[in-house]
């Protein structure tokens, strides 16, 4: 990646790494396998004018807060797990160029079991520092991390087989004005920009034609909408233990742990992004899930208040599995009051009172 504006550092960077209250302190340790790349999965980008996205963003520094809440829901076991790093590299006792720092923030939706998504949690971040072209070349670094956490988990799951399981897996990091999305599964992060959604991952599931096409070109098939028969996602990492997945003979299996990437440059009408797990997605469409949290925040402007209220919320809605939410502001202040045009279509009611209804009327 060229990193723009290394000069601008986040200034008001804090030094705990927050995880949540599922942390195991026994990390696994592990040797580096040598991981090949298929580079079929080029980055995408939000469409800008260059001139006047330069002219906008000169003097544009984003000012970082974060805050996260989780719950179990209404399933049995809590194996979605989450990280918020506000300074990566200092973290891991790493120097960067300048002291530069990149913020990271992850969630990860376990299935089969919390050992996946624990070790991923505990595992990727340190990977990612320790590869030798940290940060310059962020985007190979982060693909390739995520191959070899994948790696290094098979092996751990070799030595102790009550660890088998899988997780999906979203990362997000900044670095200066640059903002990088690697997602693998259906986890999803969505930036609002001046009040407007803006699709920052895909959701790695069969009925996604891009997937069944890759699927199906690697020997694997779709049916009832599960990859062959079995997962509701996609790409994962782990999942070792089913056969057929990760492995078909001398060939590489349909289940991916290769993210797809997608890197924009923040400007000032960029106000933040919010991470969550499918839990939060099944009830929250993208536009509604960014009026809402713009909404709490122009009442009280507490991050982890409004991370603690969307989760509340989605459970109001009928959410039925574990929820996980991350929102990262880019700016101190609280979201403007604006007009957001969305079509010609005018509506008396949002879109957020639309999901609330319709949830009311069927129970």
């Known amino acids: 990646m060229c990193v723009q504006d290394l000069e601008n550092k986040n200034k008001d960077c804090e030094e705990d790494i927050i995880i949540d209250n599922?942390?195991?302190?026994?990390?696994?340790?592990?040797?580096?396998?040598?991981?090949?790349?298929?580079?079929?999965?080029?980055?995408?980008?939000?469409?800008?004018?260059?001139?006047?996205?330069?002219e906008k963003q000169s003097n544009f520094i984003p000012?970082?807060?974060?805050?996260?809440?989780?719950?179990?829901?209404?399933?049995?076991?809590?194996?979605d797990t989450h990280i918020c790093i506000p300074d990566l590299a200092r973290s891991f006792n790493s120097k960067l160029l300048g002291d530069e720092s990149v913020s990271?923030?992850?969630?990860?939706?376990?299935?089969?079991?919390?050992?996946?998504?624990q070790f991923v949690r505990d595992n990727l971040p340190r990977i990612i520092v320790n590869d030798a072209n940290f940060p310059l070349e962020l985007e190979q670094v982060v693909t390739r991390s995520f191959m070899e956490t994948d790696a290094a988990f098979a092996r751990s799951c070799a030595l102790e087989s009550d660890l088998s399981s899988g997780t999906t897996a979203l990362a997000a990091m900044i670095f200066g004005r640059s903002l990088l999305v690697a997602n693998a599964g259906d986890c999803r992060a969505i930036l609002s920009r001046h009040g407007l959604a803006f699709e920052m991952s895909k959701d790695h599931r069969p009925c996604y034609e891009k997937e069944r096409l890759r699927i199906e070109s690697l020997g694997g098939f779709v049916e009832d909408d599960y990859l062959n028969g079995q997962l509701a996602v996609t790409r994962a990492i782990g999942n070792w233990h089913i056969q057929g997945m990760k492995e078909m003979g001398e060939h590489l299996g349909p289940l991916s742990a290769e993210p797809e990437l997608k890197l924009v440059t923040l400007t000032k009408e960029d106000e933040f992004l919010i991470i969550g797990s499918d839990g939060i997605w099944d009830v929250f469409m993208n536009q509604n899930a960014v009026d809402f949290v713009r909404r709490r925040l122009q009442e009280h402007n507490d991050v982890k208040r409004c991370c603690k209220e969307m989760v509340e919320e989605a459970m109001k809605r009928?959410?039925?599995?574990?929820?996980?939410?991350?929102?990262?502001?880019?700016?101190?202040?609280?979201?403007?009051?604006?007009a957001v045009q969305r079509g010609r279509v005018r509506r008396s009611i949002s879109a957020e009172g639309l999901l609330s209804l319709k949830f009311h009327l069927e129970v």
């Not at 990271?104 to 998504?117: K, L, N, Q």
Request: glycine share 10%.
């Open 22 to 54: 599922n942390n195991n302190n026994n990390t696994p340790q592990f040797a580096s396998d040598q991981i090949t790349l298929s580079n079929s999965f080029p980055m995408e980008s939000i469409c800008e004018d260059t001139v006047v996205a330069e």
């Open 318 to 338: 009928g959410a039925l599995d574990n929820l996980t939410v991350v929102i990262v502001c880019f700016q101190a202040d609280p979201p403007p009051h604006v």
């Open 63 to 79: 000012m970082l807060r974060s805050g996260e809440w989780s719950d179990i829901g209404h399933r049995p076991y809590m194996e």
């Open 104 to 117: 990271f923030y992850g969630v990860f939706d376990g299935h089969g079991g919390e050992g996946a998504s």
